[in-house]
């Protein structure tokens, strides 16, 4: 069906129902003697009145609609889309973890810390960190409850001046935005003209009133910053910690670790490097690892072995902890699988990830950069940027060749991020796609980047294939309906 | 070498590392600094699918599986029926392995999906509009004081002390690191709610806004209404269970500025905590201020409706430093979980089910205050949960009852850590417990006497 699909409200009819409680005999206290008038709900939700069918078709018919990675290829640059096994969709589903709840004593939940312990060890193990806590919800959550474990640790030592944290240009979007909501303010370094760290310029803003450095190594543009331990020295003779922003972990695994780089504080993302299903957005997990000097501010509750038979425990007595960053524990379906594929892929299997990845990566950056701008072109790590400004003389953008992109079935690179190349296409193929995989996506590249010479309306016209084609995005933010109207 | 979901083979890794014109895998390495560079991980080597699946499956029978037992936990999270439909649904692929919809052609799916969980939660709620989801309620709540001392450009907030404890803590840490002043007032201690004099007390020019919990902690039903005419002048947030929606008037008809609320209920499962929702809803004219992502209907150039992310502005990947907060990925697939729930259940099934379990409450409630040595602690108009005082030792009954197979009640003692709340326990009840395993409770609890 090529029709518009129907929202769930006008698949609506008054008095449908398909949904029945089991018949008991509940004694029927009249609400009026339950609550005060005042507080009874008068006028019902417009909630849908339809069946179990007409849900199931109207839900499948919009999964129809997405992209996923299950549909094809998902080269998205700095979310590390690569291949969600179903095993671990499976661990977590069951019984023994699902039904759960968060209040039971420490001896019910046995298995469940241990699962969540183990998993902290994994992670201190990969990235060479110290100790994990895995309460925050997602990345940005991590760094913000990084920063909090920097600010505490400063403040603690009565040191009140720090107030800046500094941030490549090319950092994620999250960095800036996270120091802001710590207290912070950001400066801003300029990239050198390899794209990454101007060590004099950093060396201009460092001082006693400087907390943090946020750095992604490899960077957003899949550079590895050789200087990281000049980076570290430079900081830490300034008694500024280190942050590391693990989003782009996947490079690395089992090759090189933030904690033996000098980093003091990092976060993991979970849905990225450790392949947990990026769900439409989420839930993702952000554990966040630390180094023994940030060991007593910790959020609350902290996981505890108490002895080698395996009996685990709750410390909530954690005097200079920065307190919870969310309630409970933290995304523990999301925990679930990314310990079985930890368990699955080994040390070695992590390692030999992070080597196709980034072999992946370099393949189709040589490749691509025969027809494309490649703004730094020399070995990248798990992904690269190019650019696409030679396109411009024929009036086509970075945003019409990502459209073209889509009528070949294929999703588009990460576009116009990072900010300091104008017409930016990021590319990560990750690990899971085979060479006949990319070689097909160049291919397809390679099509439109000769189209955008030959015949570049029909570029601008692109998509045609797809649901939906090109949004009038003015008008969404104009009119801003953002519910459905009853009337 | 172990390759679990790995395509390559050797000739194709060869033919690879020839088109780059590097000799080895190693060499793409070779910008790594030698000092820091590790050999190996210390981790155990790859195992198979089913040795993965016993090892893991073997810590989940570890736990006590709340599927053997009767249970009457709440405190925020709360075990309803999850319909079979659920999961075969959420697990497909389409919606499991995508991306946030930053291509919106291909992205409608989701986006559509947004949508309607937008206008479900404006619904429910009673408010002018809500976004596509949080973390969770502790984290909405923080939001919500964020947001409010935003608009009003004031950094001092309260929060009423019988929020629910851990959201207390989360708002704390969120305070302390953008200098505002929170301050927790204590709750009336005979009623359990909202001490409103205090509230109007404690108000002055520098204050943005309150939270309050509806029901709150306790399980006790606030007037909204007398709360709404003690804080005149700042912005009032509200925390709600959702669920308690079918039967509580809906917030937004007290011209409540913000709702924030754990989502759980509708349709999550328990997972020790972990499948939260965050919800958040708001008047319209706030929503340059909002938090998260917001989808809007637009048309595409044929004229075809289609939905996109809207004021983007507002968000870090654009707004970088000056972003109304610094939330990417957000949950959006347990948004996917509650909109299916809801659409289930439908217009007739939030209101029996909220009856069912506040119904079911009441008639646990007045069984244990005729009892002695128990009593109802607040003489409140509740919903599903209620406080009980007993001058037994809270930790011995709730041991005796987990023998009878009985998970809760709650102790509070355990939840705040507080020794004022050492006799004091909490039952959550929903249309899982049965009229026979409530009856069977009630007998054991008088059993205990």
């Known amino acids: 069906m090529k029709k518009d699909l129907k929202l769930i409200f006008e698949m609506s009819s008054e008095g449908r129902k398909d949904f029945y409680l089991p018949k008991e005999s509940i004694p029927e206290f009249p609400l009026e003697e339950m609550f005060e008038e005042d507080m009874i709900r008068k ?16 839900f499948t018919n919009l999964s129809k609609l997405n992209f996923s990675v299950d549909n094809g290829f998902y080269p998205l640059g700095s979310c590390t889309m690569k291949y969600n096994p179903r095993l671990n969709e499976t661990l977590s589903l069951l019984e023994g973890f699902k039904d759960v709840h968060p209040y039971q004593s420490d001896k019910n939940i046995q298995g469940a810390l241990e699962l969540m312990y183990k998993l902290q060890e994994s992670l201190s193990e990969v990235s060479g960190m110290d100790y994990v806590t895995l309460q925050p919800a997602a990345g940005a959550h991590g760094e913000y409850t990084g920063l909090r474990l920097i600010k505490a640790y400063h403040e603690d030592r009565g040191d009140f001046e720090r107030t800046k944290v500094i941030i490549p240009d090319s950092a994620h979007g999250t960095n800036p935005a996270t120091a802001v909501m710590c207290g912070y303010k950001v400066v801003e370094i300029p990239s050198a003209s390899d794209g990454t760290v101007d060590i004099d310029g950093l060396k201009k803003e460092i001082g006693t009133d400087v907390a943090a450095i946020m750095l992604t190594n490899p960077n957003t543009l899949g550079i590895f910053e050789k200087e990281i331990g000049t980076i570290a020295s430079i900081a830490h003779e300034a008694g500024v910690l280190l942050y590391y922003d693990g989003a782009n972990m996947n490079a690395i695994m089992g090759k090189i670790r933030p904690g033996d780089m000098g980093f ?50 709750l410390e909530y007595n954690v005097p200079k902890s920065i307190g ?53 072109n020399s070995i990248c790590k798990h992904e690269f940027v190019a650019d696409s400004c030679q396109l411009k003389k024929n009036g086509i953008k970075t945003f019409d060749l990502a459209k073209g992109m889509l009528d070949n079935g294929v999703h588009p690179p990460t576009v116009y991020f990072p900010l300091i190349v104008h017409e930016a296409l990021m590319f990560e193929p990750t690990e899971s796609e085979s060479k006949d995989t990319l070689d097909s996506f160049v291919a397809i590249v390679k099509g439109l980047v ?14 045609v294939t797809t649901p939906v084609r090109r949004l009038d995005e003015a008008k969404a933010t104009k009119e801003l309906n953002v519910r459905y109207s009853f009337e | 070498m172990k390759n679990s979901y790995i395509p390559h083979t050797e000739k194709e890794i060869d033919e690879m590392l020839k088109v780059i014109g590097v000799k080895e895998v190693e060499d793409l390495f070779s910008d790594l600094p030698e000092n820091f560079s590790v050999k190996n991980l210390r981790l155990s080597p790859g195992k198979s699918e089913f040795e993965v699946k016993k090892q893991i499956s073997q810590m989940a029978s570890k736990n006590v599986n709340s599927e053997d037992y009767s249970i009457y936990l709440g405190g925020g999270f709360y075990k309803h029926y999850v319909p079979a439909v659920i999961s075969h649904i959420a697990e497909r692929g389409e919606f499991l392995t995508a991306y946030t919809p930053y291509q919106p052609e291909v992205s409608q799916g989701s986006l559509q999906m947004f949508y309607e969980f937008q206008t479900m939660i404006a619904e429910l709620t009673g408010m002018e509009i809500a976004n596509a989801s949080m973390y969770d309620g502790g984290t909405a709540a923080a939001e919500a004081m964020l947001m409010s001392c935003r608009i009003k450009k004031k950094y001092r907030y309260l929060v009423s002390e019988n929020v629910h404890p851990e959201y207390i803590e989360v708002m704390n840490t969120y305070a302390k690191s953008m200098g505002i002043e929170l301050v927790v007032i204590p709750y009336d201690e005979a009623t359990g709610m909202c001490d409103t004099e205090l509230i109007k007390s404690n108000i002055d020019e520098k204050t943005a806004g309150l939270l309050v919990g509806y029901p709150n902690f306790f399980g006790v039903v606030e007037n909204l209404k007398k709360i709404r005419e003690a804080t005149e002048g700042i912005l009032l947030s509200v925390s709600v269970n959702p669920i308690s929606l079918g039967v509580l008037e809906a917030p937004g008809k007290f011209d409540v500025d913000i709702v924030t609320g754990e989502g759980q209920p509708l349709g999550g499962s328990l997972y020790l905590g972990g499948m939260s929702l965050g919800l958040f809803a708001c008047k319209k004219k706030y929503i340059r201020n909002m938090p998260g992502r917001i989808i809007g209907e637009t048309v595409d150039v044929d004229g075809k409706r289609s939905f996109a992310m809207v004021l983007q502005t507002r968000e870090q990947h654009i707004r970088r430093a000056k972003a109304t907060s610094n939330i990417c990925s957000n949950h959006a697939h347990n948004a996917l979980v509650a909109s299916i729930y809801l659409s289930l259940i439908g217009k007739n099934g939030i209101r029996e089910i909220g009856l069912n379990c506040t119904r079911k409450a009441h008639y646990l409630a007045q069984k244990i205050d005729r009892m002695d040595r128990y009593n109802i602690k607040f003489a409140s108009p509740f919903f599903n949960e209620f406080v009980v005082e007993t001058s037994l030792d809270v930790e011995e009954v709730i041991e005796d009852l987990f023998e009878q197979k009985i998970l809760g009640p709650l102790s509070l003692k355990k939840v705040f850590r507080n020794e004022k709340y050492n006799n004091l326990m909490m039952f959550a009840v929903t249309e899982l417990n049965s009229m026979d395993e409530i009856n069977f409770l009630a007998t054991r609890l008088e059993e205990l006497l």
């Open chain 1, 43 to 58: 006028e019902e939700a417009n909630l849908p009145e339809v069946t179990e069918l007409d849900v199931v078709r109207h």
């Open chain 1, 264 to 313: 003091d504080v990092m976060h993991f993302n979970l849905h990225k490097t450790f392949s947990t299903p990026h769900g439409m957005g989420g839930p993702g997990s952000g554990p966040v690892g630390v180094k023994e000097r940030l060991l007593p501010y910790l959020p609350i509750p902290v996981i505890k072995k108490e002895d080698e038979k395996g009996k685990y425990s």
């Open chain 1, 324 to 376: 919870r960053v969310r309630t409970f524990f933290g995304n523990f379906n999301v925990m679930i699988k990314a310990m079985a594929y930890i368990m699955t892929m080994g040390g070695d299997g992590l390692r030999y990830a992070s080597e196709m990845a980034v072999l992946n990566a370099n393949y189709i950056r040589v490749k691509i950069s025969e027809f494309l701008n490649v703004p730094y």
């Open chain 1, 450 to 463: 000769d189209q955008a010479e030959t015949d570049p309306q029909s570029l601008k016209e692109a998509p």
